[in-house]
């Protein structure tokens, strides 16, 4: 089946930098998206990544190894909004458009 | 534009009962799916409509059903309720017929008791 890992949480001062990795156990995918969830909100797109390397949005890069089954995203100069759950996702290719998230990860940003 | 649009945006319900949720996608999307939300599972996919056709089902019980109308707006429907059930169930339209990025509702909370 199709699976994808990230750490369940993790915790960064203000203005530093924070990695979110994400394994994944699934093949024949369009590419890798990465969402932010604020509590009681509804999940925002943030990045894709259709092919291997690094996209680069403002403060956010998201990146993706197909060869390593990984990806990351970085959020650069970390603000205290920025502290949310932020899911990566698979597009799988299915004939249709289906979407597999991983479990989230929860960052805390801390003063 | 406006965005996802969700009703009701809360409702409890008893086992046994069902349940039809409302989903109006962003005009001119065309793909719309559906996600239960839970604490323990995250974000699980249920199924995909595009031009009322349901092309991809994710591995959830018969009860759980939708359908997707010529307007784009989608409903599902759950039946026979079970406490496992209650979750936070988001719809999420795309432009296209394999666009990566979603625009999400912000959510039905359904709770059974």
């Known amino acids: 089946g199709q699976s994808l890992e990230q750490p369940s949480e993790v915790t960064a001062v203000e203005g530093a930098i924070v990695q979110i990795n994400c394994t994944y156990q699934?093949?024949?995918?369009?590419?890798l998206s990465w969402y932010q969830q604020h509590d009681g909100g509804a999940p925002t797109f943030l990045s894709y990544?259709?092919?291997?390397g690094l996209e680069e949005t403002g403060r956010f890069s998201s990146f993706l190894s197909r060869s390593d089954s990984y990806g990351y995203l970085l959020l650069q100069e970390l603000q205290m909004k920025d502290s949310a759950s932020y899911f990566c996702?698979?597009?799988?290719?299915?004939?249709?458009?289906?979407?597999?998230f991983g479990a989230g990860t929860r960052l805390f940003v801390k003063a | 534009k406006a965005g996802v649009t969700q009703t009701p945006r809360y409702l409890i319900k008893t086992r046994g009962q069902q349940v039809t949720l409302s989903c109006s996608p962003i005009?001119?999307?065309?793909?719309v799916s559906w996600y239960q939300q839970t604490p323990g599972q995250g974000l699980q996919f249920l199924f995909e409509?595009?031009?009322?056709?349901?092309?991809n089902k994710g591995n959830f019980p018969g009860r759980f059903s939708g359908r997707q109308f010529s307007n784009s707006r989608s409903e599902m429907n759950v039946s026979t309720l079970e406490l496992g059930d209650s979750a936070l169930y988001l719809c999420?339209?795309?432009?296209?017929?394999?666009?990566?990025?979603?625009?999400f509702g912000p959510g039905t909370r359904l709770t059974v008791t």
């Open positions: 999420a339209s795309s432009p296209g017929q394999s666009s990566y990025e979603q625009y």
């Open positions: 699934t093949s024949g995918f369009y590419g």
């Open positions: 990544n259709a092919l291997d």
């Open positions: 996702a698979v597009s799988l290719d299915t004939g249709g458009f289906k979407t597999i």
């Open positions: 005009s001119g999307h065309r793909s």
């Open positions: 409509y595009f031009s009322e056709t349901q092309r």
